[in-house]
């Protein structure tokens, strides 16, 4: 920058600023030692909300798909448990495969039956051959205590987003408590009574904002912080035509910022406050503050994509249920990521009558034939 008094090149910045005007800088000559300012345009706050025009639903296309949704449902987890790593077993009496076992846990999910009424179903999947046998009612409700069935139910729920993976280019973070029927008690010496409250757990989920589909996910209780599950979330995402993520306040830090750029994607996250523009701190923190105290229309239209998971969990609680039935704690997890597979498989299949989508592990012939590409 050249001085405007003698013409010197090398001007330094004042340190010193006034409170009043926070959107002028000064700076000072080492030549001539006359201090100048220079205005820092003003952050333009004014938010107009205009009306959008939104596609029509294809209303042929969500009939078919709904009408055949539980035989198609049934192909595909059976094409998705082909993947499920299952251990030989060395001793003891022969037990039902892991991959049959989640199965059965993912059909009880979605027909939102308790595990005896299951049953019948189950009996129908295995004459259809996507089962080797039919368990007992407490097979299903023992294998869902089990903690390695997490990790399997975390490596479908990553193999069903896959497909539409090109269909999406923004993703939003978010998280939703799922209530549960085991309650915490405890004793109050200062009102000196008892108190008792409903345990609850949280699931914190990336979703695509076009087709609502779920490709990371993070159980845990419910009292667990969001921001630290940014990072996790972003790891568990696959997809190079990604090109932004949009979160709350809650996920409001410079580490996920960073995290977010190194991973390519540009992120939408409001500022709180109290938030300051360090010129010290980090790059990422200072060029999104600026775009959202600058363009904040522009940089608001990006965040409010964020409003797709709250209809992602939506959809999850209103078609399977916002409460979980098992006691433990791992129980509880399982019987959640088996909610969000069985969301997951749903959305594939809309996404295969509307737009015509061939997934490459549905490799059955007489279900793809009904499918209209």
Not at 13 to 38: A, G, H, M, T
């Amino acid at each position: 920058m050249i001085c405007p008094f003698c013409g010197h090149k090398y001007v330094r910045e004042s340190k010193q600023r006034s409170r009043k005007s926070l959107n002028r800088k000064s700076f000072y000559c080492p030549s001539c030692r006359q201090p100048f300012y220079i205005d820092v345009p003003k952050p333009s706050n004014k938010v107009e909300y205009v009306s959008k025009e939104f596609p029509s639903q294809d209303w042929s296309a969500y009939n078919e798909a709904k009408a055949c949704e539980k035989e198609m449902f049934m192909e595909i987890l059976s094409e998705l448990i082909q993947f499920v790593e299952v251990k030989p077993q060395k001793m003891g009496r022969p037990c039902i495969g892991l991959n049959d076992m989640i199965y059965c846990c993912a059909l009880k999910t979605f027909t939102r039956f308790s595990s005896r009424r299951a049953i019948s179903d189950l009996k129908f999947a295995k004459q259809k051959g996507h089962i080797s046998s039919v368990p007992t009612f407490n097979s299903i409700l023992k294998y869902l205590e089990k903690s390695e069935m997490a990790s399997e139910l975390k490596k479908l729920i990553y193999l069903s987003a896959l497909p539409l993976k090109e269909v999406e280019t923004a993703y939003a973070v978010d998280s939703s408590g799922f209530s549960t029927s085991v309650f915490s008690r405890w004793y109050d010496y200062r009102f000196n009574k008892d108190k008792t409250i409903r345990l609850w757990r949280k699931a914190h989920i990336m979703v695509g904002t076009r087709t609502n589909v779920i490709s990371g996910v993070e159980v845990m209780k419910g009292t667990s912080a969001d921001s630290p599950q940014f990072i996790p979330l972003l790891n568990q995402l696959d997809n190079p035509d990604a090109r932004e993520v949009s979160a709350d306040k809650a996920y409001s830090s410079k580490k996920n910022l960073e995290a977010a750029i190194e991973k390519g994607l540009i992120p939408y996250i409001p500022f709180k406050k109290n938030a300051k523009m360090n010129k010290r701190g980090s790059a990422i923190w200072r060029q999104m503050f600026t775009e959202f105290q600058v363009n904040r229309q522009e940089f608001l239209e990006h965040y409010h994509r964020r409003s797709n998971v709250e209809t992602a969990f939506h959809m999850i609680k209103m078609k399977f249920g916002n409460n979980v039935r098992a006691k433990k704690p791992v129980a509880q997890d399982n019987e959640i990521l088996c909610k969000i597979l069985c969301h997951n498989i749903c959305c594939l299949i809309q996404e295969m009558h509307e737009l015509g989508i061939q997934p490459t592990f549905y490799a059955k012939k007489k279900i793809a034939q009904k499918v209209k590409v």
